[in-house]
């Protein structure tokens, strides 16, 4: 089963590193035909100067696709196999629709097109599957000892924490990250129920994994809305030692839709990071306001000269004026590409390109909604001046 999407459309766009961000409407993907998947034409090019990222095109293919007697949907993390030249897609399916999963992709960039090629059921360290409820993957980074670390944000709501752990290429369970007591939930405490651990990046040295809390912890601050953006931590681990070894303070975007009613739902937070070396990331804010639609910000990230705030552990009484936030610049709002957005939550590098640029992936949480699809968004990046 191969996927096409459209062809390697040479569309630039400005990439100013500091930005005025205007408000807009991306409205919602409509169902595609569960038979014959979506292929999705490129508008013809746009240019602008001094662009840093190029988009290279996009494919979508319908909720309810079935592989190997499994939905393909949830997609909510990607890392990238360079020696295999594989992609593994994670789905946050909560062994609900199935099993929970994660999918081995191909991705050919001209012309782009997506094949799934394996699944691999998560079984826990006793060998058996997860039941359900009993994990909410969403991140996935692959090592170079040949495992996967997969997030879990866990279920507030049902008494289930939130985990790291480590994979071995069959979906055992092997290896269990410490989280720091802060995050836990309890009482006036810990990360907020569907808004914890969506992100997940390890540096190209192994050494260094990072994830961050989508919305605030509980003793931190509030979740994002239409007047202020969210307080967030970035968490650091040192894989060599087995431990977190870091915490930044990053403060999320506000809402930037704002709903039409005061009932309407309306969130926006960080669901990805990818690691560029050792203290430089990128970050990927998904917002979505109900009867609106998505908004997807793609920044830098820099946390060189951030503060360690692991000793710290409420920011809701603090004055946050002494606390070195980690620097953010805009890389792209994803509003000024010619297409409609989905639910954006996964990016991994890709294969290096011909012309010294890197590959980018994007790829979208299809929520098994039939009004959603699944989207994959291909890039290309060039390295700062």
Do not use: H
């Not at 360079?82 to 909560?94: H, Q, T």
């Not at 495992?147 to 924490?161: K, L």
């Not at 003793?219 to 431990?243: F, H, M, T, V």
Request: proline share 8%; hydrophobic share 35%; with cysteine.
């Amino acid at each position: 089963m191969t996927i096409k999407g459209s062809s390697w459309a040479r569309q630039f766009f400005c990439i100013a590193l500091f930005s005025t961000l205007c408000i807009g409407c991306n409205p919602t993907p409509q169902s595609a035909p569960k038979t014959n998947p979506v292929s999705t034409p490129t508008p013809a090019p746009t240019t602008f100067s001094n662009s840093r990222i190029e988009y290279l095109g996009q494919v979508k293919f319908p909720t309810g696709l079935e592989f190997e007697n499994t939905q393909i949907g949830g997609l909510s993390g990607i890392t990238y196999d360079p020696e295999r030249n594989l992609y593994y897609a994670i789905s946050d399916d909560r062994a609900l629709t199935g099993p929970a999963r994660f999918y081995t992709l191909t991705i050919d960039l001209d012309p782009l097109q997506v094949t799934p090629t394996a699944v691999t059921v998560l079984l826990s360290q006793d060998n058996t599957p997860f039941a359900s409820y009993r994990l909410d993957p969403e991140g996935i980074a692959l090592s170079k000892r040949d495992s996967f670390f997969i997030s879990s944000e866990g279920d507030v709501n049902r008494n289930i924490p939130p985990f790291i752990k480590e994979f071995n290429r069959e979906g055992k369970a092997i290896n269990t990250l410490p989280i720091p007591d802060k995050f836990l939930p309890g009482e006036r405490q810990g990360i907020r129920n569907n808004l914890a651990f969506e992100s997940l990046t390890l540096t190209r040295s192994d050494r260094l994994l990072y994830t961050a809390t989508e919305s605030a912890l509980v003793q931190d601050g509030a979740e994002a809305n239409p007047e202020a953006g969210s307080p967030i931590r970035i968490l650091q681990y040192n894989l060599i030692e087995g431990k977190p070894v870091g915490e930044f303070l990053y403060m999320t975007e506000p809402v930037l839709n704002p709903p039409k009613t005061p009932e309407a739902f309306s969130i926006n937070g960080v669901v990805e990071l990818l690691a560029v070396d050792e203290t430089k990331l990128l970050s990927l804010e998904r917002g979505f306001t109900e009867e609106i639609g998505n908004r997807i910000l793609l920044y830098e990230v820099d946390l060189s000269e951030a503060t360690d705030i692991r000793q710290i552990e409420s920011l809701g009484d603090r004055d946050l004026n002494g606390i070195q936030l980690a620097e953010k610049k805009l890389l792209l709002d994803l509003q000024d590409l010619p297409i409609a957005l989905d639910n954006i939550e996964g990016m991994t590098w890709g294969p290096d390109l011909a012309d010294g640029r890197r590959s980018l992936i994007l790829i979208s949480d299809n929520n098994f909604n039939p009004l959603q699809v699944t989207q994959v968004l291909a890039f290309a990046i060039a390295p700062p001046k």
